[in-house]
């Protein structure tokens, strides 16, 4: 994978104002504000936990992501002057105008933010990110925030959960892109399930702002665009390996045609020559990338057979076709065909396996649950606890300032993510330690950690980005596990 | 609605190079293209036409939206050498190099696009797009456009949903930015719920942006932030019409808050007074704005109470509370502790109404059907009419280039779309016509439009947008008829 240039580094801190300036919130952050500072407790040193209360996709588990994005955006957080005359435009005409001079001077120089690293698997409850400092501006973050790593932590989890159902070996394409909801939606899918544990993406743009392996070959138009042998230009091909004098591929090709139909019994007269066209001149364009889709008609009577006639003639110049592509019906009964043209073509095709799955609108629009539901809840205002009750108790949050710790056993297998306050004191390597396992009515189970790790780190302290991490490097590293 | 600024329609035109920049799209749209351009037939003249299969939401309907973007987008399509650079990166190393001096040559002065307006009514696998242009050009446009117009459309025709259910006097809120599937994820949704029907959006800046009416008040944290009335500060505010000497607001509530909690027989003991304190720092701050969230702790025995006793006091003050909200819970099980105090509050709560709905996840994010189906399929190359065949009958296409009319009845309303060849003379009015519905087995009815409308207009022509719009203009107006 290549390493974003630095290039792209100015271009996605730029692109961040674009993508999330300081009004892309929802207004009531705002007025609340106004409310805060003109009682006089805008600076009030204020704790905000951003959490979600369910595993996505009725699962296990999630992973957490987003950060890197949360970080650039606290970085340029600040209102132009155009800006505040807008909100000097929809807030009430008695608004008191010194608060808005108020808010042309903020920033996040007063803000701190411990979370949870980008990719780490996380669970329900947990406070993923503590957001400190003056209660104005604190306040001010939570819609921005959320709507960043509740995407990206959606669809980094959706894309593990086809990881996880696909195995370690198969390789995963991300095609979402058309599907998604909206262009940055696509973006943001492509950037998060490479870090889910796809492999590759449709996306150019993914590959070219973020280093992800970019893959793809050609649509049903391209086939349908051609109509016979005559569009077919060049009509020759060099061999690999042989002589210079270029071949008549398209001679070659039928000859092979004519064998695969005997072979196989097949008549000519349903075969496609459009389709067969569109394959040579792909073929003639990328001799060494040869994987055309081949439903575009079909696959028993037209596709497979001029797939075998190319892919042969291929073979006879050294070339090494790479495979077939089906896009759409039946994908078991396709299958079903392939196994006796493809013995003799490319020994990427061993056992007949699908190598690459691609992908697209259930993983990008999160079809089973398109949403997550973290939230960011006030839990202390200068050192005093606060806490929201609701009639719902899961929707009740826990007061105070809280430190988690990630329990290891003897093996190195995590076993147990610890919530508690933050004045209390760690547990101890070694130590018994009692605790209340989440919807477990009070039950207490006794533990012994042979490891103990703070889950969360401190990655932004009073304006600063804390870790000397490049542009996006630990932002696209895969989480270490998955379980 | 206040009308976009030309900055903004400048800001726009920039912004959708970020946001769409030519690489965001498939790979296999610029393999493709080198195929086409291998063999010489990039420039053919070629059209694609985009459609969906299915209404939404088992719907009887669509909106079509997205078409403004397009057009910006169309109008900006260019290459960069950085886009061209990546390109030849990823494409195979045997690529020749003329290829990408053709790439960042390539515009859109040779495309002409017909399209619905946006915002129309539309129905399944009528051409609501016609995109013709030079073979290798319109088959690079695919994904981009497929993306603008696929998230736009569902979420517009999901905000068309919720008007109709709402009836048409209930104000509607989106209110979804924290839940979107990302930044741009809201944005697209604020823009195009307006358009489908709401009346306001939580979104700053899709009111900077847009000029869409924004609206918010607070959250739950607002009231949480506060312990004691000691927080409250000024203490007093003047009268609207009277005395210029301020009152001792603090006090004039807690005799309204005894009075209100004997006449109902509520327990003192049992009222937030860091509730109360955040309903007075509020109502002195927006003494004209006095609309608080009342459940954060408990409706019945706190949130009710509180705010009768901060609105009788503004009242007596001569101001007029606005209402109250409620976020969570059984909504139903709340509202029936509404009726009685607030008889005697604000006119506007008569009947006991619910005036604004506000929507967030299930509206954005249109968890029923997170995806339109969108497809773009080529029907004619130089003049020959295109088909895609496939097993399932349903995704065949319908070849060669179309007319599609509206055809309406005597009182006015549009009751048939007529598809048929570009080719074939229009319908004519008062004449009888024989056509095929989708889907109905061949059988054929017979009709007669007393009007007849072509649904869709030439918006782009030669590189050129046709419409003599404004920025945002038509783009921003309600459709005329969801029915």
Chains 1, 2 share one sequence.
């Not at 992501?65 to 209102?79: I, K, M, N, V, Y």
């Not at 396709?334 to 061993?350: E, I, K, V």
């Not at 539901?373 to 929707?395: F, T």
């Amino acid at each position: 994978m290549a390493a974003p240039s630095s290039n792209t580094c100015g271009a996605m801190e730029r692109s961040i104002r674009e993508r999330v300036p300081p009004l892309l919130t929802d207004l009531y952050q705002f007025t609340m504000a106004y409310a805060y500072w003109r009682t006089g407790r805008h600076q009030e040193p204020a704790v905000f936990e951003l959490f979600f209360r369910d595993n996505p996709f009725g699962g296990g588990f999630s992973l957490f992501a987003g950060l890197h994005d949360c970080l650039l955006f606290l970085r340029s957080f600040r209102l132009t002057d155009q800006d505040v005359e807008f909100l000097r435009s929809v807030l009430p005409p008695d608004t008191d105008p010194a608060f808005f001079q108020f808010l042309r001077g903020l920033d996040c120089s007063g803000v701190t933010l411990r979370s949870v690293p980008e990719g780490t698997v996380v669970f329900a409850r947990v406070p993923l990110m503590e957001v400190s400092g003056p209660l104005a501006v604190v306040q001010l973050l939570e819609t921005s925030l959320l709507c960043l790593v509740n995407y990206a932590s959606l669809v980094c989890s959706n894309a593990a959960r086809f990881r996880l159902a696909a195995g370690p070996k198969r390789k995963l394409l991300e095609m979402g892109l058309r599907r998604a909801q909206g262009p940055d939606g696509g973006l943001t899918a492509s950037r998060y399930t490479y870090i889910g544990g796809f492999d590759f993406s449709s996306n150019v743009q993914a590959g070219f702002l973020f280093g992800i392996p970019v893959a793809g070959t050609m649509a049903h138009s391209y086939i349908t665009s051609f109509t016979s042998l005559e569009e077919v230009w060049p009509q020759t091909l060099v061999a690999v390996n042989g002589e210079k004098d270029p071949v008549d591929i398209i001679s070659l090709t039928k000859g092979w045609l004519s064998r695969v139909c005997e072979l196989l019994g097949a008549e000519p007269g349903k075969i496609s020559e459009g389709e067969l066209a569109s394959f040579l001149s792909y073929a003639i364009a990328y001799p060494q990338n040869f994987l055309p889709v081949i439903d575009s008609y079909s696959v028993a009577c037209s596709g497979l057979l001029n797939f075998c006639a190319v892919a042969l003639a291929l073979c006879e110049l050294g070339y090494r076709p790479v495979g077939v592509r089906l896009d759409s019906g039946d994908l078991c009964r396709q299958r079903a065909f392939l196994p006796f043209p493809l013995m003799f073509c490319a020994s990427s095709f061993q056992e007949n396996a699908i190598d690459v799955v691609g992908v697209g609108t259930h993983l990008v629009t999160c079809t089973q649950q398109p949403s997550l539901g973290c939230v960011y809840k006030l839990v202390e205002v200068r050192g005093k606890p606060k806490m929201k009750i609701s009639e719902d108790p899961e929707k009740s949050t826990v007061p105070g300032r809280k430190a988690v710790y990630r329990l290891v056993d003897a093996e190195g297998h995590p076993f147990l993510d610890l919530v508690c306050l933050a004045a209390e004191s760690p547990p101890e390597v070694g130590g018994s330690l009692n605790c209340y396992p989440l919807r477990c009515d009070d039950s207490c189970i006794s533990v012994i950690p042979a490891h103990v790790a703070c889950l969360r780190q401190d990655v932004f302290t009073r304006g600063q980005v804390r870790t000397a991490r490049g542009c996006s490097k630990v932002e696209m590293s895969r989480p270490v596990a998955v379980s």
